[in-house]
């Protein structure tokens, strides 16, 4: 676990260096509720959020399970100390707690009739039919065959013009191995239609797997979820949080003068602004 003061030499900026000044930050998910947090130590934040909740895709839902209440994460879910060192050291900051997650992986097609899981032998055959049925041996011998030898062949070819479509085609993969395995985990990753995964760039397919240590068939790396959800980080940041929130306030205009930065419905200048939203927001709103 990385210690809170690991944390803390990165916040830490000379007063000299950017002295005090207004900020505002512009979009409540987690990026911006962060950001919001760190500079608030600092200066007189205005954290700005078009609805009426804070963290954005960090979100939680309770749903009915058995009689108790499940919190369900929508949409930030699991992350590893490996991966996200400085998250981890965030969450260490906050003293938000996390536990363990199987990070199971299971794909049904054609309604039902091809089911399998990642869960060892048991997972592998779970429709026992399966341990009769060629193709299904050949796809599992083509997994670990792909796993074995992707990241070799992605650094013998060039990849930055290539699809996923593109790189199966090339590496030669089997429809079985494409159809019942790479689809169905990429789609599942992005969370996008099989119909359109197809189009994802290779060089960055290849570089998430490698990362994440998806292509090892043993040793990957260990996923931890929050305890609770994900809302309990997003309330502990908000806690910890100095300067002052506004939801449900839509930023319609960015405009620079001498005096500073203006956000429309700002009383006063602002000596900074962080926009952490989508790339194509912050031109739309500057002006």
Sequence with gaps: M????????KLQSPDDLFPRGRIAVIGAGISGAAAAWLLSDRHDVVLYEQDQRIGGHANTLDVSMDGREQPVDTGFIVFNDHNYPHFT??????RVASQPSDMSFAVSLDNGRME???QGLSG???????LLRPGHWRMLMDIVQFYRQIIAFSQSHDLSHMTLHDLLVRFGC????????????AAAIWSTPIEQVLDFPAASFVRFFENHGLFKL???PRWRTIAGGSRVYVAALNAAFKGETRKG???LNIARSEDGIWVKAEAA??????????????IRLWR
Aim: proline residues 9%.
């Design 249 to 251: 306030a839509r930023v």
């Design 218 to 220: 043993r040793n990957r």
């Design 116 to 118: 399998y899981s990642g």
């Design 124 to 130: 592998l055959f779970a429709q026992r039919r399966n």
């Design 174 to 185: 089997s429809a079985g191995l494409t159809r019942g395995h790479i689809l169905p985990m």
């Design 89 to 94: 050291a965030l969450l260490d900051h906050l």
């Design 2 to 9: 990385i210690s809170s003061r690991f944390l803390a030499s």
């Design 269 to 282: 200048p602002l000596n900074a602004m962080t926009v952490p939203c989508w790339p194509a927001m912050p």
